[in-house]
């Protein structure tokens, strides 16, 4: 497995597993499990997808120290006037004391500054490995970079060949802020383009595999997620080949702007 340094200098591994979607009975705990076996190390939830009661006990079941797993999960809308509280909880469900990247879910207009400031006191407290945010517009950094200390270590966002967020990227990197891609599979709805087919092809992987290295070339950290065994464990062999600067420069004219989820830039 391959890391990233984060601007507080902890080490994230650089392919996470995403738990978005998966059913807390029958889908997250064999998946999570699966993962972890095929030797994923860094597991992405929510509070909102609520899983991360499953989550936690495959963790648990897997025997895995715990140490050795990068644990994240978010804070999310409803709970912004209650950061502690809400930690607090996610902790529990997941039966860890400590998680190494929380993150404000989405940057909610009224509340965004207020809930990071006291985001960043469970950090000052050494309650909370790291702290980030999800689904920031440059516009939303700027703002929550002049209001409150800590640089957000991570921005997780969308972001795929049909979604290459390029500003985004650059201003993420101009500020030590690390791009984290979620949907990098663009949520499963372009898995048939014949320009990714092409270049999977050739180097004889599937047009998945090709997404996911795609992104990792630009630096960023990547969190596909699947429900299915087989893929679980495709989507983690992405270490062994290299995209040449031609195909990352035709699978970066792909992009369309395409959304598959929330649009943060309608958010003020
Ligand atoms: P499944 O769970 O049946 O594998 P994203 O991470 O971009 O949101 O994409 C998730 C979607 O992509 C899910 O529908 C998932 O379906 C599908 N998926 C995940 N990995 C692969 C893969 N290697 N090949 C094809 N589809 C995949």
Avoid at 17 to 41: C, D, H, S
Wanted: proline share 3%.
């Amino acid at each position: 497995m391959e890391y990233k340094k984060l601007n507080n200098n902890l080490k994230i591994p650089l392919l996470g597993f995403g738990t978005w979607q998966l059913k807390p009975i029958f889908e997250a705990p064999q998946a999570v499990a699966a993962a972890l076996e095929v030797g994923y190390r860094h597991i992405d939830t929510a509070h909102i997808y609520f899983n991360e009661g499953s989550v936690g006990k495959a963790i648990k079941e897997s025997g895995i120290e715990r140490e050795d797993i990068f644990l994240v999960s978010k804070l999310w809308n409803f709970d912004h006037n209650k950061v502690e509280q809400a930690y607090e909880k996610s902790l529990k469900k997941l039966g860890v004391d400590y998680l190494d990247l929380y993150l404000m879910h989405f940057p909610v207009t009224k509340t965004r500054i207020s809930a990071y400031k006291d985001m960043e006191k469970i950090y000052k407290e050494k309650r909370v490995k790291s702290i980030g945010v999800s689904n920031f517009t440059i516009d939303h950094l700027k703002e929550l970079m002049s209001q409150t200390e800590i640089v957000p270590v991570v921005n997780q966002v969308e972001f795929h060949p049909f979604l290459y967020q390029k500003d985004l990227l650059e201003f993420c990197n101009k500020h030590g802020i690390a791009l984290e891609a979620y949907s990098p599979l663009s949520h499963g709805k372009r898995l048939d383009d014949t320009t990714l087919e092409t270049i999977a092809k050739k180097h004889n992987k599937s047009v998945a595999q090709v997404m996911i290295k795609w992104s990792l070339q630009h630096g960023n950290i990547v969190i596909p997620k699947s429900r299915n065994l087989g893929r679980i464990k495709q989507n983690f062999e992405v270490f062994d080949f290299k995209l040449n600067d031609q195909e990352m420069t035709s699978i970066n004219n792909l992009n369309e702007d395409y959304r598959t989820c929330w649009d943060p830039t309608k958010t003020s």
